[in-house]
């Protein structure tokens, strides 16, 4: 089970760092959120990966 923070502590938004509105979470206006909509519909955020593994031709992958 997650412990939630203390009702003391001033979270920052996750773009330009301003103090959060909890309406917004975790962004401070509606701009901030428009922005990070952005950058996901545009697929700036992306987790680096390697090269996929090589095909072994057997087709849909199940076993016969």
Do not use: V
């Not at 938004?13 to 301003?18: E, F, Q, R, T, Y």
Request: glycine letters at 12%.
């Amino acid at each position: 089970m997650s412990e939630q923070p203390p009702d003391n502590i001033t979270r920052k938004c996750a773009i330009c760092g301003k103090p959060q509105d909890p309406a917004l979470r975790p962004f401070c206006s509606k701009r901030c959120a428009d922005i990070d909509l952005n950058r996901w519909l545009k697929e700036g955020y992306a987790i680096p990966g390697g090269e996929p593994p090589p095909d072994d031709g057997g087709g849909n992958g199940e076993e016969d």
